[in-house]
């Protein structure tokens, strides 16, 4: 059964840094890239980084680049967002994103974690 764990939330102050993790399962975590997305309230889901599944190519949406850095451990089969510089409108719950093809199957699938919440205010 693939799964995907987020964690690291919370509460942070404008300026502050916080870094969120997402242990992974299920699936061969070396093979597949791995992305962060966030869904801030009353809003719809925003990409926020993607990074390859060998960890050297990494990329990022325009209001998080130069602020966050997408990392990964695939010995740990872990994922990391490390955030800093963080604004009020970085507020939001982040998760943990893979699409990959379960054992046994043909097809591929979206998976999603249980999602962190960060919140941003003084």
């Known amino acids: 059964e693939v799964q995907l764990v987020e964690s690291g939330g919370g509460l942070v102050q404008p300026g502050g840094s916080m870094r969120l993790s997402c242990a992974a399962s299920g699936f061969t975590f070396s093979n597949y890239d791995m992305t962060w997305l966030r869904q801030a309230p009353g809003k719809g889901s925003e990409w926020v980084s993607t990074?390859?599944?060998?960890?050297?190519?990494?990329y990022y949406a325009d209001s998080v680049k130069g602020r966050f850095t997408i990392s990964r451990d695939n010995a740990k089969n872990m994922v990391f967002l490390q955030m800093s510089s963080l604004k009020f409108e970085d507020t939001a719950v982040y998760y943990c994103?893979?699409?990959?093809?379960?054992?046994?199957?043909?097809?591929?699938?979206?998976?999603w974690g249980q999602g962190t919440q960060v919140t941003v205010s003084s």
């Open positions: 994103y893979a699409n990959v093809r379960p054992s046994g199957s043909s097809r591929m699938y979206g998976y």
């Open positions: 990074i390859n599944s060998g960890g050297y190519s990494r």
